[in-house]
């Protein structure tokens, strides 16, 4: 979303725009044989005990198992394609910034399929979101929480200072209270998932990313890039809807790669 009431140019109608599919973190716990790869054990160690370090493992073990879920739903299967395993899946990273394996842009591999899939995930208010897409397209998702106080905050105050640009804040204070709120989280959504597509994260080269008005992201005033709004009226690729309070946004740029 540019502006609200505004849309994204559309895809070419050949273009299957990204799967995508949401799970509360707490149905992680029915799948006790989905592990991790070594780095995100490593990455796991640095949460706090507890609930962040719970909530970071159920994520990436979700990730996994509703990757699987929707590729066994939009891919072929039979005898030469068996259904896909979530501990078969391995997930790697790459910064388009610096190269580094570390950190930066997901990918989904299909080790011996000879397949590979762009990759973005967020986890936000005790759930996970996913967007797949074939290929090595720029890909972003992410979510907020509008029930979040933050959202709530009045003009002036912290986030809407450093989160949103003059001609943003503008139109949000032209709205009433509860669309303002919604759409501060709608577009701190399409902030992070902008952020993730293009690999500049929210502390890149120009900040964080402008979603309304002449300043917009370079990857938003794409003609080919496509916006795709989520919320609780949006079914997944598994029919699954998100709760009421979610509002997620991903990204796509068919055919851009980092």
């Known amino acids: 979303m540019l502006m609200h009431g505004q849309t994204a140019p559309k895809a070419d109608a050949r273009q299957t725009p990204p799967w995508w599919a949401a799970a509360p973190l707490a149905d992680a716990a029915a799948h006790p044989e989905v592990g991790l790869n070594p780095a995100e054990l490593a990455r796991a160690g640095g949460y706090v005990a507890g609930r962040p370090r719970n909530d970071f493992v159920a994520g990436r073990v979700l990730v996994r198992v509703l990757a699987a879920d929707v590729l066994n739903r939009a891919m072929p299967q039979g005898l030469e394609m068996p259904p896909v395993l979530p ?5 790697t990273q790459h910064c388009p910034q610096c190269a580094s394996t570390s950190h930066g842009n997901p990918r989904l591999q299909l080790p011996g399929r ?14 996970v ?10 890909l972003g998702v992410d979510m907020a929480d509008s029930s979040d106080p933050a959202f709530a905050s009045g003009d002036g105050e912290l986030l809407e200072d450093y989160a949103f640009a003059p001609a943003e804040r503008r139109h949000l204070e032209s709205l009433a209270a509860p669309e303002r709120r919604n759409l501060r989280a709608r577009w701190w959504a399409l902030k992070e998932a902008v952020a993730k597509a293009s690999g500049d994260g929210l502390a890149g080269e120009d900040g964080i990313p402008v979603v309304a008005g002449d300043r917009r992201h370079r990857l938003l005033g794409d003609q080919g890039t496509q916006t795709i709004e989520l919320d609780s009226g949006t079914p997944d ?6 709760p009421s309070s979610l509002l997620g946004s991903i990204v796509w740029a068919p055919g851009a790669t980092a």
């Open 114 to 127: 000879g397949q590979g899939f762009s990759l973005s995930y967020a986890r936000t208010a005790g759930w």
């Open 129 to 138: 979101l996913l967007a797949l897409a074939p290929g090595n397209d720029l």
């Open 87 to 91: 501990g078969e899946l391995e997930l």
């Open 237 to 242: 690729t598994r029919g699954n809807l998100l």
